[in-house]
């Protein structure tokens, strides 16, 4: 690492705290059972609850996790040499099974399981980095909160008027455009 990544009070791209040592900024061990057995993650402590539930929503809704990455204090991919430090090493973002959805790639989900990724990694607080509108990383979830907000674990009901509302806008613009421009 340079340097100038092992500054005290630095912080992630996101805005929050980041350091070589977990332990400053309260990085936690997260222990899940899923379909393809135990795996286990390190993020931060406030993000912890809906980084388990994007990772159980994913091996439920996605397909198994085989992978995971979090916690890793390094400067942004791609971007070596800027200073950026990544979120993930603030523990502020996630990898789910990057060898099937690598950096950059484009189209390792359908466009349907995709509005549903983005609404719920939305209803917890999260970005998903297949809709990032440069360089995709379909692997990648990160943190939009402020480092002051709350995590809030969102409520099923929640998540289904949120999907129910995206889908509803999706299936209008597939019969609009099936009707008034075939």
């Given at each position: 690492m340079?340097?100038?990544?092992?500054?005290t009070?630095?912080?992630?791209?996101?805005?929050?705290?980041?350091?070589?040592?977990g332990?400053?900024?309260?990085?936690?061990?997260?222990?899940?059972?899923?379909?393809n057995?135990?795996?286990?993650?390190?993020?931060?402590?406030?993000?912890?609850?809906?980084?388990?539930?994007?990772?159980?929503?994913?091996?439920?809704?996605?397909?198994?996790?085989?992978?995971?990455?979090?916690?890793?204090y390094?400067?942004?991919?791609?971007?070596?040499?800027s200073?950026?430090?990544?979120?993930?090493?603030?523990?502020?973002?996630?990898?789910?099974?990057?060898?099937?959805?690598?950096?950059?790639?484009?189209?390792?989900?359908?466009?349907?399981?995709?509005?549903?990724?983005?609404?719920?990694?939305?209803?917890?607080?999260?970005?998903?980095?297949?809709?990032?509108?440069?360089?995709?990383?379909?692997?990648?979830?990160?943190?939009?909160?402020?480092?002051?907000?709350?995590?809030?674990?969102?409520?099923?009901?929640?998540?289904?008027?949120?999907?129910?509302?995206?889908?509803?806008?999706?299936?209008?613009?597939?019969?609009?455009?099936?009707?008034?421009?075939?």
């Amino acid at each position: 690492m340079a340097a100038s990544l092992t500054v005290t009070g630095s912080t992630s791209q996101n805005g929050w705290p980041a350091s070589p040592r977990g332990s400053d900024i309260g990085i936690v061990t997260l222990a899940l059972r899923l379909r393809n057995g135990a795996k286990t993650v390190q993020v931060a402590e406030k993000a912890a609850d809906a980084f388990r539930e994007i990772i159980e929503w994913w091996d439920a809704n996605v397909e198994p996790v085989e992978t995971l990455g979090g916690y890793n204090y390094r400067e942004i991919r791609g971007y070596e040499g800027s200073g950026t430090i990544s979120n993930h090493g603030s523990g502020t973002a996630i990898d789910i099974n990057a060898t099937r959805h690598p950096l950059g790639a484009t189209g390792t989900v359908s466009s349907a399981t995709a509005v549903q990724i983005i609404a719920k990694a939305a209803s917890l607080g999260l970005k998903w980095g297949g809709a990032y509108r440069g360089r995709k990383d379909p692997m990648h979830f990160e943190v939009v909160l402020s480092p002051t907000t709350d995590m809030i674990r969102k409520t099923a009901t929640n998540y289904w008027w949120v999907t129910f509302i995206a889908g509803a806008a999706i299936a209008g613009a597939v019969i609009y455009r099936h009707r008034f421009r075939s």
